[in-house]
């Protein structure tokens, strides 16, 4: 039987914050990584539609959205008008040399990607001189040789994009009217406790095998998302945009407490 752990019931009640989690300009980051486009040409009609996408899927998960989400999501809209006007033309009727309305973005986000690679370096060489874990591809790795790829501990947005795929597939399956099952929250982490306790690992998307209505997917994530916070799991990902696999973990004694936890009061 799983370890109990106390959680709060709704899922309404959850604001879920995570240390991993980034800020708009890591969303953008992302995108442009999903969709391998060129951080200097910015199709910005296809990456304001993604964000505005995940800004409501984040709302509906009752993440924290904080207020700098909302700045940008105005200022994407404010650059997609800006393009759709025409550019002024000079006396001789030659299109003038004003400014792309999408430069200040790109220097924004070039910056914020140095010093994001520049963080996750000293990151690596902390985790590397702590050596307080090991990745759960070392036996793999030790077989296969240096052509294998090591998996890399995935960020909110992944999770999210993953999460979002799931979503699309549910609403593709025949319907089927059956009454609406709440779930309490901790009661589908331990559900997920226990499975994991079968096996070593599990795929990401066998999490959500034995619930097919929004509600149960929305309860489902929103207890992996938990289970990170406390440290009960940890999830990797081979590759970028690869599949995504949850392992069990050890709950470390620094782990933080569940939310409603009577021993933080």
Not at 152 to 157: G, P, Q, W
Not at 229 to 258: E, T
């Amino acid at each position: 039987m799983a370890e109990t752990h106390e959680f709060e019931s709704s899922p309404e009640a959850v604001a879920v914050h995570l240390d991993n989690f980034d800020g708009p300009l890591d969303l953008l980051l992302h995108l442009i990584k999903k969709h391998e486009v060129n951080v200097y040409d910015i199709p910005i009609a296809l990456i304001t539609r993604q964000y505005l996408e995940t800004i409501k899927l984040m709302q509906e998960l009752n993440l924290d959205v904080a207020g700098e989400f909302v700045v940008m999501a105005a200022t994407l809209i404010h650059i997609k008008s800006k393009m759709l006007l025409p550019r002024p033309e000079t006396a001789s009727g030659v299109e003038g040399d004003e400014e792309d309305p999408r430069d200040a973005l790109v220097r924004r986000l070039l910056e914020h990607q140095k010093f994001k690679v520049a963080a996750e370096l000293l990151h690596e060489r902390e985790q590397l001189r702590s050596a307080q874990w090991g990745r759960p591809d070392e036996r793999v790795a030790a077989i296969a040789g240096d052509d294998y790829e090591p998996e890399l501990e995935v960020d909110l947005f992944s999770l999210l994009n993953a999460f979002q795929a799931i979503v699309q597939r549910a609403k593709q399956r025949p319907r089927v009217v059956l009454p609406p099952e709440e779930v309490p929250l901790e009661l589908r982490i331990d559900q997920l406790l226990e499975r994991l306790s079968e096996h070593e690992a599990c795929g990401f998307e066998d999490l959500f095998a034995d619930v097919s209505d929004r509600g149960g997917l929305i309860v489902t994530f929103l207890a992996l998302l938990e289970m990170i916070r406390l440290k009960l799991v940890r999830v990797f990902q081979s590759g970028s945009f690869g599949p995504i696999r949850v392992y069990k973990r050890a709950r470390p004694v620094d782990a933080p407490h569940p939310i409603g936890d009577p021993e933080q009061s």
